[in-house]
Structure formats: structure tokens, C-alpha cells
């Protein structure tokens, strides 16, 4: 069975500062990642993912996350966030060669303050 | 082109009534997922679509949820009696492919029970 650890629930920083959110994974079998999105009164929206290939993927509003197979992370990071980066951010995999329901660790919450 | 849709946004209901919730997923999409996520806890999958077949309804707590899609289009998730442990906001996700690369979701509906 896979697991998703968030390993913390809040993260306040100041606009412009750097930031990371972790991820651990746990999984007997090879996955897929994922980092979801929730900004206020919205739904969940797709951030960035990993399916193959490059371990560095980014999103287009600057975040990145990089897949670290040796110590089954998935850490999303950006170098400098705005106020607008306010939101719940989920950590997520599925299993490669199976249906796509999604795991989800239980979320962060990034606070940006001025 | 129209994202996932969820109906209704919101609902509080009293335990023991029933309540049905509503999802259309994006047009052509044959996968149709529902995930719940109760109050700090983890987003958790609660059943799989494959056009009309339930594909994994592994995840489905307990015999009072019924879920359904008629005709392949849009599902319905049924809560029959309502209890107070089963409030949280439930989404609802699509995806084209069965090995889903990427889920879509809609913005979910928050369920009370008082």
C-alpha cells in the first residue's frame, strides 16, 4: 500500500521568502507524484507532477519540485513566494500501471504574509 | 470548455435525512472519481468509474453511500441516512485516461450534518 507524509501542516513565511513544503512517500511499487493546490473558496487544481524522465519539474507560476528516489521525497519549492501563493498545497501519488486514484498526504498549508 | 462541475456547493442537513450530491465531469471523460475529505484529515478516494461501471468502490465507508452514473455522464453520490461523521467536503474528479496522468476536480461540496 502507498502513503503520503506531509510533515507540516502550516508554513508561515514573508512575501519573497523562500520556502519548501516536504513530502515523503512510501510505496512497493514504482508511482506517480503529484502536488495539488487549493486556494481559498476554490477547488483543487493540478500544480506540477512527476511521471518520468527529469526529476526537476516546475509549474508555471515558479514552483518546483524535485523527485528523490533514494529518500522517496517529493519536496515542492519556490525561491521567493507572494501573497497570491496563500493556499493548501496536497502531495499525492498514484501507482504506475493502475488505475489513477490518487493518495493524498494531508496537507499543507502556506501562509504568506506581508 | 467546462471543468468538473459539483453540485451543490454546499449543504447542512440534519442526521438522518438523505442527501444526494451531484458531479458532472468534463465532457469525453470516461474516469469519474469521488474522494472525501473529513476535517483534517487526509483526502481519501472513495470510489472509481469507468463510464458507467463502478471500476474500485473500495474506498466507500459503509453501505449508507450509494454511488451512481447512469449513462456514463455525470454521477451522483447518495448519503442515505446522513450521520454526523460524515461530514466533509466531498470532490469529485475526471480524468481520460485509466491510468490517469492527471485528474481533474471540481471544487467540491461541503457536507454538514448537525
Known amino acids: 500500500a502507498q502513503s503520503v507524509t506531509q510533515l507540516d501542516s502550516q508554513v508561515p513565511v514573508f512575501e519573497e521568502a523562500p520556502v519548501e513544503l516536504r513530502c515523503n512517500y512510501s510505496s512497493s511499487v514504482s508511482v506517480y507524484l503529484f502536488w495539488y493546490v487549493q486556494y481559498p473558496n476554490q477547488g483543487l487544481q493540478l500544480l506540477l507532477k512527476?511521471?518520468?524522465?527529469?526529476?526537476l519539474v516546475e509549474s508555471i507560476n515558479g514552483f518546483e519540485a524535485e523527485f528523490n528516489k533514494s529518500q522517496t521525497s517529493f519536496h515542492l519549492r519556490k525561491p521567493s513566494v507572494h501573497i497570491s501563493d496563500t493556499a493548501e498545497y496536497f502531495c499525492a501519488v498514484s501507482r504506475r500501471g493502475s488505475q489513477g486514484n490518487l493518495i493524498f498526504g494531508k496537507g499543507t498549508k502556506l501562509s504568506v504574509k506581508p | 470548455e467546462a471543468g468538473v462541475t459539483q453540485f451543490p456547493s454546499h449543504s447542512v442537513i440534519e442526521k438522518g435525512q438523505t442527501v444526494t450530491l451531484r458531479c458532472d465531469p468534463i465532457?469525453?471523460?470516461?474516469?469519474l472519481y469521488w474522494y472525501r475529505r473529513v476535517m483534517g484529515k487526509e483526502i481519501k478516494f472513495l470510489l472509481h468509474f469507468v463510464k458507467e461501471s463502478k471500476q474500485d468502490e473500495s474506498g466507500m465507508p459503509n453501505n449508507r453511500f450509494l454511488a451512481e452514473r447512469t449513462g456514463g455522464t455525470y454521477s451522483t453520490l447518495k448519503v442515505q441516512p446522513a450521520e454526523l461523521e460524515d461530514s466533509g467536503v466531498y470532490f469529485c474528479?475526471?480524468?481520460?485516461?485509466?491510468?490517469?496522468?492527471?485528474?481533474?476536480f471540481g471544487q467540491g461540496t461541503r457536507l454538514t450534518v448537525v
Open positions: 465532457s469525453g471523460h470516461d474516469n
Open positions: 474528479a475526471s480524468s481520460q485516461e485509466f491510468e490517469a496522468t492527471e485528474a481533474f
Open positions: 512527476y511521471l518520468s524522465g527529469s526529476t
